[in-house]
């Protein structure tokens, strides 16, 4: 019995489908395919989160972070420099942590 994936898998997957007595059949992206599956990946692991609560939610956290270093290794970056621009960022703009909902803003005549 065949089941079709056709989607980008962590590294270490063809192994444990091997030791589990099945065949994996895998190639290898080039550098525009591994991107656009990436960002495929980030989608689904996104919906993930959302569907997720308590311990099963880190987890799927955890699976978005490790797509975000690849995405950030795609772009000559890494985690590290990421980091670094969000810190720099909520320097200059603030972070979440007040949990702020702007409504609307109404400007004011001179």
Known sequence: MEKIFNKLVRDKIPEIIEANGEIAR????DK????????????EEYNEVLESAGNERVEELADMLEILKALAEVEGS?????????????????????????E???????
Request: charged residues 45%; hydrophobic residues 40%.
């Open 26 to 29: 895998c190639r290898i992206l």
């Open 32 to 43: 525009q395919e591994f991107k656009a599956e990436l960002e495929k990946k980030l989608f």
């Open 78 to 102: 890494n985690l590290e420099q990421v980091i670094q621009v969000a810190e720099e960022k909520a320097k200059k703009r603030g972070a979440f942590e007040k949990r702020i909902f702007l």
């Open 104 to 110: 609307k803003t109404i400007k004011q005549d001179k």
